[in-house]
């Protein structure tokens, strides 16, 4: 999918026309590749502002993929992770990091040969530096960066995000976010029966194939329905409280990538693109 839309007429008209449009704003465009890191079924390629932060594509991808129950989550880039419940006003994590600078000061400062000062200053250079998300992409997202991302440090869902280039384009506003491709929903057929597909599942047995059932199947047995979640496209899936895409960040935001139709809900664009496998990525 990377190689088609790097070379697809579709996008190169929609660029062509947009650079032709008048009162829209002249911006950097990343491309990033999104996956889920245990699910790589589910994935999208998406277009978003240079200038856009950490903050934002955290929201984008809350709203898109995850979020459930306002957990917190964590970009790792390099040595460094971008936490969401951090701020450089916040006291505890001011304390925190001065204290880890301080340690790491005194032991490069040390002239010793000890042998355990250098192994305790070798550990300290692998603990990750902490930081917010305040963070523009383009200070971070250098072409083919490859950042995990982790949502809810309990029932974690982790995805991959890969850079794969930019260009330069416009957008009406700093953050128009343009999804360009994205899976069809996995076919997961219902556990019971076998005969149609699943549309509900037992969160209270998730792990278990036969928790995956059709509306038939849900409606006959004796089930708790408090328990059951939708089956929709996303890694997070019958994970804690998800029941799919919510706007609670950034409804304001249109979504109006190259061959999508969408403010309300999403859309493949045209369907035989998107049936493209990404497997093609990995040829």
């Not at 856009?52 to 984008?60: E, Y």
């Not at 997202?141 to 982790?150: A, C, I, N, Q």
Request: proline letters at 5%; glycine letters at 8%.
């Amino acid at each position: 999918m990377t190689r088609h839309l790097q070379a697809c007429p579709a996008r190169k008209a929609a660029q062509t026309e947009e650079a032709s449009r008048r009162g829209l704003r002249k911006a950097t465009l990343l491309h990033l590749k999104i996956e889920g890191a245990h699910a790589p079924e589910y994935w999208m390629h998406v277009e978003i502002p240079a200038d856009a932060t950490l903050v934002d594509l955290d929201h984008f991808l809350r709203d898109t993929w995850v979020e459930c129950c306002g957990h917190l989550s964590q970009f790792k880039i390099g040595n460094t992770e971008y936490q969401s419940n951090l701020s450089e006003d916040d006291i505890y994590t001011a304390g925190v990091k001065a204290e880890i600078d301080r340690i790491r000061d005194f032991l490069r400062n040390l002239d010793t040969p000890d042998p355990l000062l250098a192994q305790a200053m070798s550990r300290m250079e692998q603990f990750p530096e902490l930081s917010d998300m305040q963070v523009p992409l383009s200070e971070v997202l250098p072409v083919g960066t490859k950042v995990t991302y982790e949502y809810d440090f309990g029932s974690t869902t982790e995805l991959k995000l890969t850079m794969i280039g930019e260009r330069a384009g416009k957008t009406r506003r700093k953050l128009d976010i343009d999804v360009m491709a994205r899976n069809d929903p996995p076919k997961i057929m219902c556990g019971v029966c076998g005969a149609r597909p699943a549309t509900v599942i037992n969160a209270w047995a998730a792990w278990d194939e036969a928790s995956w059932m059709c509306d038939e199947c849900a409606k006959a047995g004796d089930y708790d329905e408090e328990g059951f979640l939708p089956v929709v496209n996303s890694p997070r899936v019958g994970v804690c409280g998800y029941t799919g895409r919510d706007s609670h960040y950034i409804e304001d935001v249109e979504f109006s990538g190259y061959g999508m139709i969408d403010v309300g809900g999403w859309s493949t664009g045209d369907e035989e693109e998107s049936e493209e496998s990404e497997d093609d990525d990995k040829v």
